[in-house]
């Protein structure tokens, strides 16, 4: 018998299509969502998903070989749709036999849902319009993710509870929606269930655990903020769309700033074009994310967080987490 019944019951569809104790995903969180995080999401009854970001298909083979070695639960593989070797990561998926793979970072390319549900796995997709997201799901996607602007790393321009309001009344009688950004208590996740939400999407809650291979610089720095402290990095120039990042506020979102001048300049030359200017603005996150995380330059680093980051205060175990998490919603459910 579970602690939480009425979490379970509200978490039933999103926990069954997850095949998961809790309906509650990791946000993959490049450097940091690897085999130890995703590993302890889904030993504690949520669902880890390996953030594959800039990594080569070989690299993802290990990565995708070395999770399984530490879980024998459910777990996913997040890819980013503009990667060049997108094809063949999918085609690393398919031997491991993922059961689920998240597409993120844009519109999935012509043919990518079909190549991942043709190995049986299912798909998760994000959409950042309500027309969007019912086109995906007629293209074959199984669940959505609508994630708000408070999420950390990439983020739309719409906030969660709007997002919520728009898409749940629509969507969630008849297909599987979670919500993500900004959520880093209990309480949150009942009224999204409430709402009628299948489950949660987690990230900046779980960055720190005791599990996360994060830099203590990198947790420290977590720990000193509040929600203000993740600010948006700003768009410099209107013809080289820029997707806004979320990240505390240091020195390298300024350098930021000065790759987008530098980018743009090249893209008035000729000397790229655009696809190619905007993987030049990924590599950079690549990279000062690395900083950050791995290296602990919390200075000149990608210290991506989201707004929910001055409820993260101390470093524990994700099964603490997790329970402290499921206790706070069942307490919610329950009064209400």
């Known amino acids: 018998m579970t602690l939480y019944p009425k979490t379970a019951e509200l978490m039933a569809r999103g926990a069954a299509f997850l095949g998961t104790e809790h309906a509650v995903l990791c946000g993959a969180m490049s450097w940091v969502s690897e085999r130890h995080l995703v590993a302890a999401i889904s030993n504690a009854g949520g669902f880890g998903v390996i953030a594959c970001g800039a990594m080569t298909p070989e690299l993802l083979d290990n990565e995708i070989t070395a999770t399984a070695a530490l879980t024998d639960k459910p777990f996913g593989v997040n890819l980013i749709t503009m990667h060049p070797a997108l094809f063949d990561l999918i085609a690393v998926c398919a031997r491991h036999r993922v059961g689920h793979v998240v597409l993120a970072g844009g519109i999935p390319p012509k043919g990518s849902v079909e190549a991942i549900k043709a190995f049986g796995a299912k798909v998760i997709v994000f959409a950042p319009t309500l027309a969007l997201a019912k086109k995906l799901f007629r293209s074959g996607a199984d669940a959505l993710v609508i994630e708000g602007s408070e999420a950390g790393g990439h983020i739309g321009p719409v906030s969660t509870s709007v997002l919520a309001q728009e898409f749940l009344p629509e969507l969630a009688a008849d297909h599987l929606v979670f919500v993500a950004g900004g959520i880093g208590r209990g309480v949150s996740i009942a009224s999204y269930l409430e709402m009628g939400a299948s489950g949660v999407q987690l990230g900046t809650r ?24 993740a600010v948006a990095s700003v768009q410099v120039d209107p013809r080289l769309p820029v997707i806004p990042v979320r990240a505390l ?22 000397a790229v074009d655009m696809a190619a200017a905007q993987l030049q603005i990924e590599h950079f996150w690549a990279g000062a994310l690395r900083r950050a995380v791995i290296e602990g330059d919390v200075e000149r680093g990608s210290v991506m967080a989201g707004q929910s980051v001055g409820m993260v205060s101390k470093e524990e175990p994700v099964a603490v987490i997790m329970d402290e998490l499921m206790r706070e919603c069942e307490a919610a459910l329950t009064r209400a």
Do not use: M, W, Y
């Open 206 to 229: 779980f960055a720190c655990a005791t599990e996360s291979i994060a830099h203590p610089a990198f947790k420290a720095a977590f720990f000193r903020a509040n929600a203000r402290d």
């Open 249 to 270: 506020r240091n020195k390298g979102q300024e350098e930021f700033t000065a790759k987008q001048i530098e980018v743009a300049k090249l893209l008035d030359e000729g």
